[in-house]
């Protein structure tokens, strides 16, 4: 009934109030409208970790969390950087290991190997 409306790069709530303008200008009195994500980008772990690969992204996810999900580090693991490849960069960046740092849908984490 709304058409056709293009959500790429459109936050929820920015889709919610697109949507509601398109509805109550041709046929709602005030129209309340919801959106939720259905399904994620997954994220993809390689380097040193048990299970490499793409997985499926949750909300809240760090670091950390992406690690366990992958089986945790190898034995020749950096214990503390990670190197994070977010969607649109160009390259890897180095982070540090912690539960700061948010890992977003369709992101790359490499664990590297340590040297000593």
């Known amino acids: 009934m709304a058409g056709t409306l293009k959500a790429g790069g459109l936050t929820q709530n920015e889709l919610e109030q697109a949507l509601a ?3 109550s200008s041709q046929y709602l009195k005030n129209p309340k409208v919801t ?9 993809y772990i390689i380097g040193e970790v048990e ?3 793409s997985f499926p992204y949750t909300s809240g996810l ?5 690690l366990a999900i992958a089986g945790g580090p190898t034995y020749r693991a950096s214990k503390s950087t990670a190197m994070i490849q977010h969607p649109g960069e160009s ?3 180095e982070y540090a290991m912690d539960a700061a740092v948010p890992i977003l849908p ?3 984490i490499k664990v590297p190997q340590r040297y000593f």
């Open 51 to 53: 299970h490499l690969g």
């Open 35 to 43: 959106v939720s994500v259905a399904e994620y980008r997954p994220f």
């Open 21 to 23: 303008q398109k509805y």
């Open 106 to 108: 369709g992101d790359i």
């Open 62 to 66: 760090n670091v950390l969390s992406a």
């Open 91 to 93: 390259g890897l960046k």
